[in-house]
């Protein structure tokens, strides 16, 4: 009985030694197992490709210009100075974005999604490849897939990049007396064109947002005055005609023509007068010399605050 005991104790130890010594054997090829079944595997890469679809571009700081008028009858055809001009404007401007050659392959345009425009290929234009088309985004732009407006450049600059575009294909739409006309009368070249300031969206809505933030500092710093005030005949008559006072200076504060003339003012009580804090009918409650004094007031208050 005690050799049977031996004998089976001798072989669980046996089988625990080849258990441990395999799993040894395992765990050192663990490495060259993994690497095998990973190189099995299509390798995953991850896509640094910038999705622009839907991306609004912000616009460039603009500074008003006058550009003088242009003859724009003789882009009818274009010229070999049309075209020399509008090469060296396309290298500056585009290439980065488009390519050398115009077909969407530049190094700047690389992570972009969806690709520039390649101009050796006429389909799937937004705006179209006409010459009016071609001229309107230039000039506005297309925000929603990154492609910025070009309105900084004189007129016959955009003309002129243009005509060396349509050196690409021979396939371009024949340029026709009407689009030259709907392209002058749409945005006046023959009489001059007078480009405004244009700042940035971002910065405009900032600005929006400081004026609003003073005007509201503004409209505080009244009501607490006529509120300290409130025995003064004027700010009773104010407060008599007002059904929201702050509503109401706000309203004033933002729309300043009331300070022409009184009746610049009426018109403000009859134009939406509850909407815009004051009684309704509020006009008629005043009397002609009220009136005066309440116009008075108001200018007097709005000059101090």
């Given at each position: ?5 031996k004998f089976?104790g001798l ?9 441990v010594?395999?799993g040894?054997?395992?765990?050192n ?5 993994t690497q095998?079944k ?8 991850k896509?640094t490709t ?8 912000d ?12 003859e724009?009858?003789?882009?009818m ?6 075209v ?8 500056m401007n ?7 050659q ?5 190094v ?12 050796h ?5 937004t705006?179209?490849?006409?010459i009016t088309?071609?001229?309107k ?6 925000i ?5 407006s ?25 340029v ?7 392209i ?33 500092d503004?409209?505080k710093?009244m009501?607490k ?29 933002q729309?300043?023509?009331?300070n ?10 009859d134009?939406?007068a ?14 002609p ?8 007031y108001?200018?007097k208050?709005?000059?101090a605050?």
């Open positions: 009985m005690k050799e049977y005991f089976y072989v669980y130890i046996f089988f625990i030694s080849a258990v010594v395999m040894t054997m395992y765990i090829d663990l490495p060259n197992v095998e990973i190189g099995g595997l299509p390798m995953v890469t896509d910038k999705d622009t679809t839907g991306v609004t571009a616009l460039p700081m603009i500074k008003g210009t006058l550009s003088p008028p242009v724009v009858m003789k882009y055809a274009a010229t070999p100075e049309m020399d001009k509008g090469k060296a404007l396309f290298t585009c290439a980065s974005c488009h390519g050398e115009g077909k969407g392959d530049g700047a345009g690389a992570s972009l999604n969806p690709k520039p425009r390649n101009f290929d006429l389909n799937g234009w705006n179209g490849p006409s088309m071609m001229y985004t230039l000039q506005e732009g297309i929603t897939r990154g492609m910025a070009y309105a900084n450049l004189p007129p016959e600059d955009r003309l002129n990049m243009i005509m060396y575009i349509r050196t690409f294909l021979p396939d371009y739409p024949p026709t007396q009407v689009q030259i006309d709907s002058d009368q749409t945005y006046s070249l023959t009489k001059g064109v007078k480009m405004p300031n244009q700042i940035p969206v971002k910065l405009a809505m900032e600005k929006m947002l400081q004026k609003n933030l003073s005007i509201d503004k409209v710093n009501v005055v006529i509120n300290e005030n409130k025995n003064d005949s004027s700010a009773v008559i104010l407060k008599s005609v007002s059904s929201n006072l702050t509503k109401a200076l706000t309203v004033l504060a729309d300043s023509s009331w022409n003339n009184e009746a610049a003012l009426v018109k403000i009580f134009n939406n509850v909407q815009n804090g004051f009684r309704a009918r509020a006009s008629y409650m005043l009397s010399q009220q009136l005066t004094q309440l116009h008075a108001l200018r208050l709005f000059s605050s």
